[in-house]
């Protein structure tokens, strides 16, 4: 069976990711290129890695949770294990968004009538000019 090959050129463009950001993901051991001479070749396996990896950082998941995610596949081929801690540690991070939208709508509604008595004070003390 043939392997795709990818330079981290062609990765970086693929996936809209810097080779630095790429190059950080290696030294911190999450993608392990092959070496020709001194130019690393990415494999298909090492593409779909990175965009776990992009895909777990969106999410608001840490490079250690995602090390961690990535190492429980590696461990059970059969992604029963990993489908798990993912379900468990995605419910997690889906409350901690829930109460960060509930957060920022008690924001913006304190916002919103703040801005309403300051725009009531400003027209009582113009006789309803508004202009500043």
Known sequence: MAHT???????????????RTIRYYEEL???QPERQQNRRQYTER????LQLILRGRR???SLSEIQDMLDLYAADPS???????V????DAKLAEVEAQ?????????EMVEW???????LREKTGGDRQP
Do not use: C, H, K
């Open 59 to 61: 999410l608001g998941f």
């Open 101 to 109: 939208i509930r957060d920022l709508e008690a924001v913006r509604i």
């Open 87 to 90: 379900l468990r540690r995605g």
């Open 79 to 85: 992604e029963v294990t990993q489908l798990r801690d």
């Open 115 to 121: 801005r309403q008595r300051m725009d009531s004070l």
């Open 5 to 19: 090959w990818y330079t981290i050129s062609e990765l970086s463009n693929r996936l809209d990711v810097t080779p």
């Open 46 to 49: 090492d593409r779909v890695r």
């Open 29 to 31: 051991g999450l993608l």
